[in-house]
């Protein structure tokens, strides 16, 4: 009777794990997304513009995802016919932060000792064309690069914004 306790105890541990499993992988496409990433920068003389593709995959559980190059931000979604409201997890927003800023030390050409501080990353919600589609997504980071000299620091705000455009329906829908 011990052994068989012991196998019945394995063999629902295994269920359990199973179960377990199931669920994470229990959420359906709705709907797969090719887009455009635009990232924008204007700051003074400078304006810098970056441009790559991307997919967005809705899923039926209210999450989501989107893959801009190697990049992948997810969290999740509501939809009203009318508007799409996208919340990213945190992870995503750290990640996003983080390259927005990189596009700007990139595009600025700024040296190390230029230090940039994120005041605030804002997602606007995503109006839907009458057929569905959705028209634009933008993200706008504002952020104080700063420099010290000597005792002297110096200080400079600027925003920049990354733009998802040009939704075409690869498959599914909201």
């Not at 593709?53 to 939809?79: I, P, Q, W």
């Not at 040296?111 to 005041?119: A, D, F, G, S, Y």
């Amino acid at each position: 009777m011990r052994k068989q306790s012991r196998i019945i105890l394995f063999m629902a541990a295994c269920v359990a794990g199973l179960m377990g499993q199931v669920a994470a992988f229990g959420a359906n496409t709705n709907s797969v997304w090719d887009l455009n990433s635009i990232n924008l920068l204007k700051v003074s003389k400078l304006n810098a513009v970056e441009t790559n593709a991307g997919t967005a995959v809705f899923l039926d559980d209210g999450t989501f995802s989107v893959t801009v190059g190697t990049n992948e931000f997810d969290g999740t979604y509501t939809n009203n016919t009318k508007q799409l409201t996208m919340t990213l997890g945190a992870d995503s927003v750290a990640g996003l932060e983080s390259n927005m800023v990189d596009f700007v030390v990139n595009a600025a050409d700024l040296p190390p000792e230029i230090t940039i501080t994120v005041k605030s990353l804002k997602v606007s919600k995503i109006k839907l064309s009458k057929t569905g589609v959705p028209e634009v997504l933008t993200t706008t980071l504002s952020a104080t690069a700063s420099e010290t000299e000597g005792n002297k620091t110096r200080k400079k705000s600027f925003s920049t914004k990354s733009l998802l455009t040009d939704w075409v329906n690869v498959s599914g829908s909201f």
